[in-house]
């Protein structure tokens, strides 16, 4: 049965970082592409950032790019999403998810397991 646990939301201010964490069980971790979508309050879920099987190529939504990197680590089945510079609109539930794929890419449809998501919460 696989398993993707998320961790490390929280609330903060605008302006300061965060990070989350994602462990996967019951897969081929280093098989799978991760990714990491959110969804705000009354909008869909959107695409945060993707990273491929082997940790070399990621990819990112244009809201987050500059601020946030996505990581993983391979021998630990954990992928990470280091979110600097935090914004009110970066406000949301981020889900992790697996790809069985091993390019990163952007569109929840391509995804086989998801979370269930950590609030992340940033005030002004």
């Known amino acids: 049965q696989v398993q993707l646990v998320e961790s490390g939301g929280g609330l903060v201010q605008a302006g300061d970082s965060l990070r989350l964490s994602c462990a996967a069980s019951?897969?081929?971790?280093?098989?799978?592409?991760m990714g990491w979508f959110r969804q705000a309050p009354g909008k869909e879920r959107e695409f945060v950032a993707s990273?491929?099987?082997?940790?070399?190529?990621?990819v990112y939504g244009d809201p987050v790019k500059g601020r946030f990197t996505i990581s993983r680590d391979n021998a630990k089945n954990l992928v990470y999403l280091q979110m600097n510079n935090l914004k009110t609109e970066d406000t949301a539930v981020y889900y992790c998810a697996a790809d069985n794929w091993p390019n990163p890419r952007a569109r929840m449809i391509e995804y086989d397991y998801w979370g269930q998501g950590t609030q992340v919460t940033v005030s002004s």
């Open positions: 019951g897969l081929t971790f280093r098989f799978y592409a």
């Open positions: 990273i491929g099987a082997s940790g070399r190529s990621t």
